[in-house]
């Protein structure tokens, strides 16, 4: 199993921006892909964005397409999230999560496949 922990979190103004990291620990990252998910306030868990093993696929939630960036270096076995216009309505826990199942160049905004989570980092978006 790895083991994953976010942070990056915080406080913001509308339009600000911050880099969410998550790292890993336990086994090596590019053994993984991996997804950001988000949990608004009172709200389910949703798709935010995903990057394969080998870094060369990403995806996005198509209302942070254009101001959200994933990355990962996998000689740190550390994924990010960079945002970067941040709105109000992107208040949210932020969670990292891993799957081992895919093929190195694939992404999947699939919660359910996701098969290992961090506790989540919180990121307000004050207006």
């Known amino acids: 199993q790895v083991q994953l922990v976010e942070s990056g979190g915080g406080l913001v103004q509308a339009g600000g921006s911050l880099r969410l990291s998550c790292a890993a620990s336990g086994r090596p990252l590019s053994n993984y892909a991996m997804g950001w998910i988000r949990q608004a306030p009172g709200k389910e868990r949703t798709f935010v964005a995903a990057?394969?093993?080998?870094?060369?696929?990403?995806r996005y939630e198509d209302s942070v397409k254009g101001r959200f960036t994933i990355s990962r270096d996998n000689t740190k076995d550390t994924v990010y999230l960079q945002m970067s216009s941040l709105k109000p309505e992107d208040t949210a826990i932020y969670f990292c999560?891993?799957?081992?199942?895919?093929?190195?160049?694939?992404?999947?905004?699939?919660?359910?496949?996701?098969?290992?989570w961090g506790q989540g980092t919180q990121v307000t978006v004050s207006s």
């Open positions: 990057i394969s093993r080998d870094g060369g696929t990403t």
């Open positions: 999560a891993a799957d081992a199942t895919l093929s190195p160049s694939f992404t999947t905004a699939s919660l359910s496949t996701y098969e290992n």
